[in-house]
């Protein structure tokens, strides 16, 4: 996901491997530093077997950015290639309000716009 943003800042094609209805499991970056300090701490409540936030299909991810900017082209390099889903539920603990992860992601391309156009 990093990566389409940065691409999608800087004005270039999305590559995609595969169809693109592949889905991934996210987690914020920030969060999961939270959870990876807690655990090294060992508290309790960072017991997780996996830190999810949403399974997301790379296909919507794409979607977005290009509601955001139809000026984005993806291209789908060996898109006959179906990859495998690697689909996790999130853990209860991972309370999580759903399409807030688009939301979050829309902000931070139009952070990362501001910044190139700002500073460079």
Request: aromatic residues 4%.
């Amino acid at each position: 996901m990093n990566r389409f943003l940065l691409d999608a800042a800087l004005g270039r094609a999305l590559n995609v491997n595969g169809s693109g209805d592949q889905v991934r499991p996210i987690i914020d970056v920030q969060r999961l530093a939270r959870i990876v300090s807690q655990a090294v701490a060992r508290k309790p409540e960072a017991c997780l077997t996996h830190a999810v936030e949403e399974s997301i299909g790379i296909n919507d991810v794409v979607g977005a950015l290009r509601n955001t900017d139809p000026s984005i082209d993806a291209i789908h390099i060996n898109q006959q290639q179906v990859l495998p889903d690697l689909r996790l539920t999130p853990s209860p603990a991972m309370k999580f309000h759903r399409g807030s992860y688009y939301r979050r992601l829309i902000d931070d391309l139009r952070r990362i716009k501001v910044s190139l156009y700002t500073n460079g």
